[in-house]
Antibody
Framework: QLQLQESGPGLGKPSETLSLTCTVSGGSISKSTYYWGWIRQPPGKGLEWIGT???????YYNPSLKSRVTISVDTSKNQFSLKLSSVTAADTAVYYCARPRVGGAPTYAFDIWGQGTMVTVSS | EIIMTQSPATLSVSPGERATLSCRASQSVSSNLAWYQQQPGQAPRLLIY???TRATGIPARFSGSGSGTEFTLTISSLQSEDFAVYYCQQYNNWLTFGPGTKVDIK
């Protein structure tokens, strides 16, 4: 059974870079055509897609965040990672990693989600 | 960017009653529309994709309809575990979510 688990610091300072990792278990990133995504949710608010990546490193980013986002993949560790630069309080959110239901589709309905990790940006 | 809107913001329903939730896209998304349920403190759960196809393990009381810019999620007979927030999401042009509809107990 495929499972995703986010990890990373729960607190960051304004202007710094936020770094999170999603570890995939129960399946191999490198042996599938699936894309792997990041989605966030500010406290009490709705969901925002950040971007997706596949095993070969092809990435798709939300245009509104593209200038600050880097998503990378480490197939040897079965992980993919998110870096968000120049963070502000507005980046405070629960960050989820997730997998689309269909392989080969960078944007689709996500049917497998991690539990999420809360990141607070504060000085 | 395709803007998704949902109505109503809050829907108060009694257990056993029918709930109808609406989602509208600012431009056509064809049938590339999904619905999610989110319970407090939990990740979203995929209910419907392709506007009307139930995801694996989703009860038949959940149904989706619509295409283009107008979509509906219907819960035929609300169970206690159905009181939650529901989001629509388009994946026709990048990916955007609606603001959500909270279904609470009347």
């Amino acid at each position: 059974q495929l499972q995703l688990q986010e990890s990373g610091p729960g607190l960051g300072k304004p202007s710094e870079t936020l770094s999170l990792t999603c570890t995939v278990s129960g399946g191999s990133i490198s042996k599938s055509t699936y894309y792997w995504g990041w989605i966030r949710q500010p406290p009490g608010k709705g969901l925002e897609w950040i971007g997706t990546i596949n095993y070969s490193g092809s990435t798709y980013y939300n245009p509104s965040l593209k200038s600050r986002v880097t998503i990378s993949v480490d197939t040897s560790k079965n992980q993919f990672s998110l870096k968000l630069s120049s963070v502000t309080a507005a980046d405070t959110a629960v960050y989820y990693c997730a997998r689309p239901r269909v392989g080969g589709a960078p944007t689709y309905a996500f049917d497998i989600w991690g539990q999420g990790t809360m990141v607070t940006v504060s000085s | 960017e395709i803007i998704m809107t949902q109505s109503p913001a809050t829907l108060s329903v009694s257990p056993g009653e029918r709930a109808t939730l609406s989602c509208r896209a600012s431009q056509s998304v064809s049938s590339n529309l999904a619905w999610y349920q989110q319970q407090p403190g939990q990740a979203p759960r995929l209910l419907i994709y392709g506007a009307s196809t139930r995801a694996t393990g989703i009860p038949a009381r959940f149904s989706g309809s619509g295409s283009g810019t107008e979509f509906t999620l219907t819960i035929s007979s609300l169970q206690s575990e159905d009181f939650a927030v529901y989001y629509c999401q388009q994946y026709n042009n990048w990916l955007t979510f609606g603001p959500g509809t909270k279904v609470d107990i009347k």
